[in-house]
């Protein structure tokens, strides 16, 4: 039996999902019971967990061999990654696999990819088997994006900057790759898609895939503060997204892996693919708008 956590979340639920297609024993933790019809519908076992909560995660863990453990972008993450790998060597399960992010540093500002260096680094310490799995930025963060760009506007702040960004459906297929075979134990995977794009490059996707044209604008910090805002996301998390874009801006990127082909067999997604599998949820209502 494995415990995954983060069920319900983009990399979770299709992880979920191909577990489910293939008959692995899976148990999806979830914060409220409401969460557990979508697992329980296809076949996977669902328990109540919060990180917040030791005793409920503790409990979740009982009987389970192995751990997928994913915790969420918010201050708390490096406590909650020792916490459930603490609980996970005092429950006897067998092995981690974790995600960490392609940019985790110690010495970073940005504070997800400082919590990801640090969990690494305390698992690595710990008397249990693990793979650790890197990805660069998930092709699904655009959807954070999505009113703008059903107006036809892709706002960004990284310049020429290119990342190879990755869609979470491949990360999930390796990640089922993982937990099924032997062979993966002590290895730290840097999970990319298959080519790097710019902003631009992704605003001249987005126009091919949503038949409508979308155009990359560059804007001032402030203005891109103002959007993300607008989004209804937490000052922490724009601060957090702000540093991370300027290091795009700046240059950063890693080079293009192999690893998904390698693990899964299958190429990973391109950037095109996704926008056309997801064309709804990120251009549904342009006609709407350009009808007012
Ligand atoms: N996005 C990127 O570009 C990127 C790149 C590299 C690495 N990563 C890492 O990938 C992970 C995010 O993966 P994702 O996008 O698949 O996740 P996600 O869609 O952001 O979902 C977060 C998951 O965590 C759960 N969660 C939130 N608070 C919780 C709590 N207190 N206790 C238990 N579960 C809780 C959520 O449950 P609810 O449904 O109940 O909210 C949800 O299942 C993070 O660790 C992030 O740092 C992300």
Not at 58 to 67: E, H, I, S, T
Not at 86 to 107: C, F, M, P, Y
Not at 148 to 158: E, K, S, W
């Amino acid at each position: 039996m494995v415990l995954i956590t983060g069920a319900t979340g983009q990399i979770g639920k299709e992880l979920c999902r191909l577990l489910a297609q293939s008959h692995i024993p899976a148990r999806a933790m979830c914060r409220n019971q409401e969460q557990f019809t979508q697992f329980t519908q296809i076949g996977l076992e669902a328990v109540q967990g919060d990180f917040g909560q030791p005793d409920q995660l503790r409990k979740a863990m009982q009987g389970c061999q192995q751990l997928f453990l994913l915790t969420p972008p918010v201050p708390q993450q490096a406590q909650w990654e020792r916490l459930a790998i603490d609980l996970a060597v005092e429950t006897g399960i067998k092995r981690i696999v974790r995600v960490s992010a392609a940019d985790a540093n110690l010495t970073t500002k940005v504070p997800w990819a400082k919590a990801h260096a640090e969990a690494d680094h305390y698992l690595r310490s710990k008397p249990i088997a693990w793979t650790i799995i890197r990805p660069v930025a998930f092709m699904q963060n655009f959807f954070e994006l999505a009113r703008p760009i059903a107006r036809g506007i892709l706002p960004h702040i990284t310049g020429d900057g290119q990342l190879s960004y990755i869609d979470s459906r491949d990360i999930a297929a390796v990640v089922r790759q993982l937990l099924t075979q032997q062979g993966h134990q002590g290895a730290i995977y840097y999970l990319t898609g298959p080519d790097s794009l710019s902003t631009g490059d992704i605003a001249t996707r987005l126009t091919e895939a949503l038949g409508h044209p979308v155009r990359a604008i560059h804007l001032a910090e402030v203005d891109m503060r103002e959007q993300l805002k607008s989004g209804g996301l937490s000052d922490w998390y724009i601060n957090a997204l702000i540093e991370q874009y300027a290091l795009v801006a700046g240059g950063y990127d890693i080079d293009t892996t192999e690893e998904v082909k390698r693990l899964t067999g299958q190429p990973p997604r391109t950037f095109a693919q996704f926008a056309r599998d997801y064309h709804q949820e990120l251009g549904a209502d342009y006609l709407s708008q350009s009808k007012c």
